[in-house]
């Protein structure tokens, strides 16, 4: 279940805390668990909340990670974890035995700077879907199990593709031996079934008949929160939807609008009951534009005509 349905199956923004979460979970649970409600529809709901709620919890576990390990600490206070310590790595220092963070102002520390295997930039592309870089998330990375490194990355309500993460959204974590110089980590959104993202411009192409095209009227529409109705003018050719689109970076309740665009089609084949209408349609139609072109080729045709004649 993507993050946003997740969020709105239990009644939650994305600011939501944990406590609100479990709290919404339980109010849920009390209403459609099978052996408190007599709707028919009652183990599907609860399954459904089920889902969503390990989403959330998931979600707002690591962000709750990343942000305990944003918060500065002192040196002595660092937890152990247990690891070995590297060989010829100092742990006089404060630097917890083993394992050592990043501090972005300060750099890693000698140790790592003197046995570090990296002699360049390590280079990640964080992967994510566009609801996340939409909305916001925080990624977890990995590295291979000789490594032994992880990076926890907040990724804001906004960002766009291709983006360069700024150092303070990123904390590492690592053994000491395995500590590279540095991490250079850029933003690469998935592409989505629906929705185009062109730098801030967020569009959606609708395919609709030539016919409805000229006519207009109603039609449906994704957004990143749902569906929305939207009136089409005839011949439009282009809809904006106001506060739909893409968010501002870091504000996702401020967001730009949703650039519909009509895919105007036409069927290969007609039956012969469809090609009838069409031709009474056209044959009692007035366009000012046909008429004036009819009549530049008439009398195009009789000047030809009285050429030909006096030759």
Request: proline share 6%; with cysteine.
């Amino acid at each position: 279940m993507e993050l946003p349905h997740a969020f709105t199956e239990l009644g939650l923004n994305r600011q939501a805390t944990a406590s609100q979460a479990k709290a919404a979970y339980r109010s849920l649970a009390m209403r459609w668990h099978p052996d408190l409600s007599s709707s028919p529809d009652a183990e599907i709901r609860m399954k459904t909340i089920n889902v969503a709620y390990e989403a959330v919890s998931a979600h707002l576990t690591l962000r709750e990670q990343a942000a305990a390990a944003a918060k500065p600490q002192p040196a002595a206070s660092r937890p152990a974890t247990g690891a070995a310590t590297a060989k010829g790595a100092s742990t006089g220092s404060g630097v917890s035995p083993g394992f050592s963070e990043f501090d972005w102002q300060a750099g890693f520390t000698a140790a790592a700077g003197a046995g570090g295997r990296y002699e360049k930039p390590v280079q990640h592309t964080v992967q994510v879907s566009l609801l996340e870089a939409a909305f916001g998330c925080v990624k977890c990375i990995r590295g291979s199990a000789t490594d032994a490194w992880s990076l926890y990355v907040r990724i804001h309500a906004g960002t766009g593709d291709g983006v360069e993460v700024a150092p303070g959204d990123i904390r590492i974590y690592a053994a000491v031996h395995a500590l590279p110089r540095a991490f250079k980590l850029s933003v690469q959104i998935d592409k989505h079934p629906l929705f185009q993202l062109d730098r801030e411009r967020l569009s959606v192409s609708v395919p609709i008949s030539i016919w409805r095209w000229v006519l207009g009227g109603e039609i449906t529409v994704p957004t990143l929160d749902g569906t929305a109705r939207v009136h089409l003018p005839p011949r439009a050719g282009a809809v904006l939807l106001k506060n739909e689109g893409w968010p501002q970076f870091k504000q996702a309740q401020h967001r730009g609008p949703l650039f519909v665009m009509p895919q105007r089609l036409a069927p290969d084949k007609l039956s012969e009951y469809d090609k009838r209408l069409l031709r009474a349609l056209d044959a009692g139609v007035r366009l000012p534009e046909v008429a004036g072109w009819n009549q530049r080729v008439q009398a195009w045709m009789q000047s030809t005509a009285q050429g030909v004649a006096v030759a």
